[in-house]
């Protein structure tokens, strides 16, 4: 049922898609030129709705108890399961272009896909491939292959799935965008000399045969393998003029000569294991910190503590997606840099038609509502996308023209805020805030060794000498050492009941007295105190009592406790707390210890 629920939102998705595009698709396809042509645009629309379809099988999949028994084998039964359902759909879909267009497109159209085998097996691989990535990557596998180097099997399984996906997503971007081989000399000769300038004249270049405004190139060079293939939109041909055309085939070179998505592929790598040990080391030292500071009182600040340990990791995270995305921004203004500066393209042609380029007037309508207008970005938009707007690209080139600059020169947000440090905080900021620093790294090493003498002279001293101290009794419930246990747990250690009684006359904190006694796993005194004040303790601070004797496997006084009327009214969440700890901390009964 869920699978068929997912498959049908993929269906209406296609459906109401189609009903925003539909006057350009039935245009296109009345316009095609040959029968190739229309069964391109045909194969296209096909495959995406079985691409989809596919996902939303796999998101369906992903959320079922079952995930991971299905294997990839039983994927590929689900994918060619839905390759013959949509061929049973798409007929009917066809049939309705047939009747609006007046075109016999289904027979051809029929033997084109029996044809295509190659595109199945891709458009079955990349989302395969997606699936094993979290699946295979992340189970119990790599720990058994590699021991304790994991780590580094993690990082192989990620990039030989990654360098897998890009290839396989170059075979599908081939094969489902309508596409076809540029045979135009004026073109050619434009495109062929700038192939030249970058020394790969082999490289495969397509026109898009559909209303995109852009080009763009994808694939790998590694060593001896290339897949790498740029396609150009067909509304360039009509927007530009040559100079432009050749700005814009100069930019989208100069991608392929910097290397610039092999880098991208290294820097979302990099950027994958900064998340992953960054969040892991803050969540250790949030856990640490709230541990060593609220000590006995830790568990009631779990939420907040939750809390802080969400906010560090997406912080994080959102910190290391700013980073990858300035990273491929400057990329394009590198790419601008060296269309211009390196391969001698006309700088005023790259500006107008990068302007024409982010201008959506000359769309049609459903294309202008996905195209956003780049020169009115907000924030969010302008820090997290993969292209600057037109303003700043252009300032920044000229920039670099002026000031003979080279082309790949840029600066980081980790540079800039350097720069602004050092030209902002001058010495009438850095003395006041020196001074500051200082005198409070005086204050605290101070209040650190005043901690560590008393806590000192109450271990040594005599209980007389202790009850004499007159200072004594203001720091009982502070912390010596600022993330210890307070100054009372030092007294309760030295196991003296006059004169434990004395400082719980003198303001001592019941509660965390008692906590402390517990530590010491001295029934006696346990019963004394517990049976003097437990009329008075927070149901918290029973709690709290009740579960270090079970943490410390203290089990008559945990025995002792549980078997006390408060119990029965204790909240059952942290009943069932205690008794966890205790089950699991339970030694054999030759093993208690009553002192």
Same mark, same amino acid.
């Given at each position: 049922?869920?699978?068929?629920?997912?498959?049908?939102?993929?269906?209406?998705?296609?459906?109401?898609?189609?009903?925003? *595009?539909?006057?350009?698709?039935?245009?296109?396809?009345?316009?095609?030129?040959?029968? %190739?042509?229309?069964?391109?645009?045909?194969?296209?629309?096909?495959?995406?709705?079985?691409?989809?379809?596919?996902?939303?099988?796999?998101?369906?999949?992903?959320?079922?108890?079952?995930?991971?028994?299905?294997?990839?084998?039983?994927?590929?039964?689900?994918?060619?399961?839905?390759?013959?359902?949509?061929?049973?759909?798409?007929?009917?879909?066809?049939?309705?272009? *047939?009747?609006?267009?007046?075109?016999?497109?289904?027979?051809?159209?029929?033997?084109?896909?029996?044809?295509?085998?190659?595109?199945?097996?891709?458009? #079955?691989?990349?989302?395969?491939?997606?699936?094993?990535?979290?699946?295979?990557?992340?189970?119990?596998?790599?720990?058994?292959?590699?021991?304790?180097?994991? !780590?580094?099997?993690?990082?192989?399984?990620?990039?030989?799935?990654?360098?897998?996906?890009?290839?396989?997503?170059?075979?599908?971007?081939?094969?489902?965008?309508? /596409?076809?081989? =540029?045979? &135009?000399? &004026?073109?050619?000769?434009?495109?062929?000399?700038?192939?030249?300038?970058?020394?790969?004249?082999?490289?495969?270049?397509?026109?898009? &045969?559909?209303?995109?405004?852009?080009?763009?190139?994808?694939?790998?060079?590694?060593?001896?393998?290339?897949?790498?293939?740029?396609? #150009?939109?067909?509304?360039?041909?009509?927007?530009?003029?040559?100079?432009?055309?050749?700005?814009? =085939?100069?930019?989208?070179?100069?991608?392929?000569?910097? @290397?610039?998505?092999?880098?991208?592929? =290294?820097?979302?790598?990099? /950027?994958?294991?900064?998340?992953?040990?960054?969040?892991?080391?803050?969540?250790?030292?949030?856990?640490?910190?709230?541990?060593?500071?609220?000590?006995?009182?830790?568990?009631?600040?779990?939420?907040?503590?939750? #809390?802080?340990?969400?906010?560090?990791?997406?912080?994080?995270?959102?910190? /290391?997606?700013?980073?990858?995305?300035?990273?491929? @921004? %400057?990329? $394009?203004? $590198?790419?601008?840099?060296?269309?211009?500066? &390196?391969?001698?393209?006309?700088?005023?042609?790259?500006?107008?038609?990068? $302007?024409?380029?982010?201008?959506?007037?000359?769309?049609? $309508?459903?294309?202008?509502?996905?195209?956003?207008?780049?020169?009115?970005?907000?924030?969010?938009?302008?820090?997290?996308?993969?292209?600057?707007?037109?303003?700043?690209?252009?300032?920044?080139?000229?920039?670099?023209?002026?000031?003979?600059?080279?082309?790949?020169?840029?600066?980081?947000?980790?540079?800039?805020?350097?720069?602004?440090?050092?030209? %902002?905080?001058?010495?009438?900021?850095? =003395?006041?805030?020196?001074?500051?620093?200082?005198?409070?790294?005086?204050?605290?090493? %101070?209040?650190?060794?005043?901690?560590?003498?008393?806590?000192?002279?109450?271990?040594?001293?005599?209980?007389?000498?202790?009850?004499?101290?007159?200072?004594?009794?203001?720091?009982?419930?502070?912390?010596?050492?600022?993330?210890?246990?307070?100054?009372?747990?030092?007294?309760?250690?030295?196991?003296?009941?006059?004169?434990?009684?004395?400082?719980?006359?003198?303001?001592?904190?019941?509660?965390?007295?008692?906590?402390?006694?517990?530590?010491?796993?001295?029934?006696?005194?346990?019963?004394?105190?517990?049976?003097?004040?437990?009329?008075?303790?927070?149901?918290?601070?029973?709690?709290?009592?009740?579960?270090?004797?079970?943490?410390? /496997?203290?089990?008559?006084?945990?025995?002792?406790?549980?078997?006390?009327? @408060? !119990?029965?009214?204790?909240?059952?969440?942290?009943? *069932?707390?205690?008794?966890?700890?205790?089950?699991?901390?339970?030694?054999?009964?030759?093993?208690? #210890?009553?002192?």
């Amino acid at each position: 049922m869920l699978y068929a629920l997912f498959l049908m939102i993929a269906i209406l998705y296609n459906w109401r898609k189609f009903g925003k *595009e539909r006057h350009a698709f039935l245009t296109s396809l009345v316009e095609a030129k040959n029968t %190739s042509h229309r069964e391109m645009i045909l194969s296209h629309h096909f495959y995406i709705f079985i691409f989809e379809g596919f996902l939303a099988l796999l998101v369906a999949h992903l959320i079922t108890e079952r995930a991971v028994a299905v294997g990839i084998l039983g994927l590929g039964l689900v994918y060619l399961g839905l390759l013959f359902l949509g061929f049973f759909l798409f007929q009917f879909f066809i049939k309705h272009v *047939e009747k609006h267009t007046q075109l016999a497109l289904w027979d051809t159209f029929k033997n084109h896909l029996v044809k295509e085998l190659r595109v199945s097996f891709a458009v #079955i691989m990349l989302p395969i491939l997606v699936f094993s990535m979290i699946n295979w990557t992340f189970q119990d596998g790599v720990y058994e292959e590699w021991g304790s180097l994991w !780590f580094i099997g993690l990082l192989f399984n990620i990039l030989f799935v990654s360098v897998l996906t890009v290839a396989c997503s170059v075979i599908i971007m081939l094969r489902l965008i309508p /596409n076809r081989e =540029i045979k &135009e000399p &004026e073109y050619l000769e434009v495109i062929n000399r700038r192939l030249e300038q970058i020394g790969m004249p082999e490289l495969r270049v397509r026109w898009i &045969e559909t209303d995109i405004k852009n080009a763009f190139v994808v694939g790998l060079k590694l060593l001896k393998f290339s897949n790498q293939t740029m396609f #150009i939109g067909r509304s360039l041909r009509t927007t530009l003029t040559m100079e432009e055309f050749d700005a814009v =085939i100069s930019h989208e070179l100069s991608h392929v000569a910097n @290397r610039h998505i092999q880098k991208r592929l =290294i820097n979302f790598l990099k /950027n994958f294991i900064s998340i992953i040990i960054g969040a892991s080391l803050l969540i250790v030292g949030i856990l640490g910190i709230s541990v060593l500071y609220w000590g006995e009182d830790s568990y009631f600040h779990s939420p907040s503590t939750t #809390i802080w340990c969400i906010a560090a990791s997406v912080g994080w995270f959102i910190f /290391n997606y700013f980073l990858l995305f300035d990273t491929i @921004r %400057s990329h $394009e203004f $590198e790419a601008d840099g060296y269309a211009v500066m &390196e391969l001698g393209s006309d700088f005023d042609a790259l500006r107008s038609a990068l $302007e024409k380029l982010t201008t959506p007037d000359e769309m049609p $309508e459903y294309l202008k509502l996905r195209t956003p207008v780049q020169s009115k970005k907000n924030l969010i938009s302008k820090y997290f996308t993969t292209h600057p707007d037109l303003t700043t690209r252009v300032q920044f080139l000229k920039f670099k023209i002026d000031n003979g600059l080279r082309y790949d020169y840029y600066v980081s947000p980790a540079q800039k805020l350097g720069r602004y440090l050092g030209h %902002s905080l001058q010495w009438k900021f850095l =003395i006041p805030m020196g001074v500051s620093f200082i005198l409070s790294l005086v204050w605290l090493t %101070s209040s650190y060794r005043e901690g560590l003498r008393t806590i000192a002279f109450i271990k040594e001293a005599a209980p007389e000498q202790i009850m004499a101290d007159p200072s004594l009794p203001q720091k009982l419930n502070s912390r010596p050492l600022f993330i210890d246990q307070s100054l009372m747990a030092y007294i309760v250690k030295k196991e003296d009941q006059r004169l434990i009684d004395h400082f719980l006359s003198r303001g001592a904190d019941k509660g965390k007295t008692l906590v402390y006694v517990s530590q010491l796993q001295n029934l006696s005194l346990l019963e004394t105190y517990y049976t003097q004040f437990q009329h008075e303790l927070s149901d918290d601070e029973y709690f709290m009592i009740l579960r270090k004797t079970a943490q410390l /496997n203290f089990t008559v006084g945990y025995r002792f406790l549980v078997n006390s009327k @408060r !119990f029965e009214d204790l909240n059952p969440v942290y009943k *069932e707390d205690v008794s966890r700890i205790h089950k699991s901390n339970r030694a054999p009964a030759s093993e208690v #210890i009553v002192k």
